[in-house]
């Protein structure tokens, strides 16, 4: 059985283990650098960004799990998570701060505006039909996808992106009944296509 991890430090990471356990994976919180060791997989969940980095900074988990992110491990980062895996930010807000990379995009924080003007839309997502409803709280937007792959829009701008084992969403698909995001990313641990 592969085992993937929930980054537990802080945010929606219980929606994300429910929506694992359900699919039937092993799954482990991780909120320090030996709960990496024989990991599949990592989820990182929507939350607060800066909350988190300034969270993971005492273990070094950032720096620990960034490399092991160099090394291969399948990611799937969602809205704040998102904003850990891209590669660049329109602002220093998180200067300072161990942060992740391996998404080659540039991400705006905060860029859907405050909580009051949250939205659920439906996304055309490649490769799967029906339509997904996203969640958007206080989501980052990516204004630059780089060579990232776009499996999804809104409104013209990607709110889903992959680039090999590393998966990006600006919505939260932990939030809805539907499991067919993390099915995808469960099915691929392990595979090369
Ligand atoms: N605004 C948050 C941040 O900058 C992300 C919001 C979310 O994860 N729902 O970290």
């Known amino acids: 059985m592969v085992t993937v991890g929930v980054l537990a430090l802080q945010g929606a990471f ?25 990991l599949d997989g990592i989820v990182l969940p929507g939350g607060e960004s800066s909350a988190m980095v ?26 704040a998570g998102l904003i850990l895996l891209a ?15 391996g998404l080659d995009i540039t991400v705006a924080r ?3 505006g405050r909580q009051r003007e949250s939205f659920v839309a439906p996304l055309t997502i490649t490769g799967m039909t029906p339509d997904f409803d996203g969640t958007f709280i206080r989501a980052p937007q990516i204004v630059d996808t780089g060579s990232a ?3 999804a829009r809104h409104d013209g701008t990607a709110v889903l992106v992959r680039q090999g084992d590393v998966w990006g969403a ?11 995001l993390h099915a995808e990313f469960v099915r691929r641990l392990g595979h090369d296509d």
């Open 14 to 38: 219980r929606e994300h283990l429910s929506v694992l356990g359900a699919l039937g994976v092993g799954t482990r919180k991780v909120t320090r650098p030996e709960h990496l060791d024989g």
């Open 54 to 79: 300034r969270l993971a900074a005492p273990t070094g988990l950032f720096g620990r799990l960034g490399e092991r992110i160099r090394d291969g491990l399948p990611v799937f980062g969602t809205c």
């Open 87 to 101: 590669d660049r930010l329109t602002d220093d807000s998180l200067a300072g701060f161990d942060r992740l990379g």
């Open 110 to 112: 905060n860029a859907y």
């Open 149 to 151: 792959e776009v499996l």
């Open 170 to 180: 600006s919505f939260h698909p932990e939030l809805g009944p539907d499991t067919r």
